[in-house]
């Protein structure tokens, strides 16, 4: 498995995925030329499809200019009417549970951010390699067993919750972007046999340290922590 950032944070989201035969988009938050310039860059010849977690536009900006390019988004169907793309051709709305083959990729959405309309994560699974991908930890899945990548969004130190932030995002702050200690308390109760990577994405510029984090979590699992 082959795992690409293109963006992460409060900017735009963005990551590229591949099992070596169906390379996927894990959402699309930044201009479609911007992903285009970043996987020529990488040496990614092209993307078969892509998956939304929710309808933020840190996480879907580029939707509709991927569907009219003709690549196949997935999201659910709360999510493409929050975007104004229900129902139009190129978008596959999903529900929980169940898998879903998206070329040799098996993919299971489960609800994830509660504070997005029918937001999902995803499980990945091709071959020998299963990706957990969650956009938020409060709704994190029941524990799975074999999970070889592990991609976090949001994570932040204990500070958040006392520092200088607005009080508009204060409350979602609080309850979606957990703490070094949240993250650590997840990782460690999971079946990490077969962890092999772990990216903690989209962290705050304010309130987390890259090294900390990267420390502590490599500790904790044993995997190799990348921090974006």
């Not at 977690?53 to 939707?63: G, I, L, Q």
């Not at 299963?130 to 994570?155: E, N």
Request: include cysteine; charge should be negative; proline fraction near 5%.
């Amino acid at each position: 498995m082959r795992i690409r950032v293109l963006a992460s944070g409060a900017k735009g989201n963005c990551y590229s995925v591949s099992d070596g035969e169906t390379s996927l988009l894990l959402e699309c938050g930044i201009h479609q030329k911007q992903i285009t310039a970043e996987l020529c860059q990488m040496g990614v010849p092209g993307i078969d499809a892509c998956l939304v977690s929710h309808e933020h536009n840190d996480h879907s900006k580029a939707v509709k200019d991927l569907i009219e390019l003709g690549v196949p988004c997935y999201m659910s169907y709360a999510t493409a009417e929050a975007l104004g793309v229900a129902g139009k051709p190129g978008i596959t709305e999903l529900g929980p549970g169940g898998w879903l083959p998206i070329g040799s990729w098996l993919v299971v959405p489960f609800p994830d951010i509660p504070d997005a309309k029918g937001p999902f994560g995803f499980v990945l699974h091709s071959g020998e390699e299963t990706l957990l991908y969650a956009s938020g930890m409060v709704c994190m899945p029941p524990v799975i067993t074999g999970i070889t990548h592990l991609m976090m969004d949001y994570s932040m130190k204990e500070e958040v919750y006392v520092g200088d932030t607005d009080r508009q995002p204060k409350h979602r702050v609080m309850w979606n972007h957990q703490s070094l200690e949240a993250v650590l308390k997840y990782v460690r109760k999971i079946d990490r046999s077969k962890l092999q990577e772990l990216y903690l994405l989209h962290l705050s510029d304010n309130n987390s340290d890259k090294v900390e984090f990267q420390k502590a979590v490599g500790a904790a699992t044993g995997a190799r922590v990348h921090v974006t």
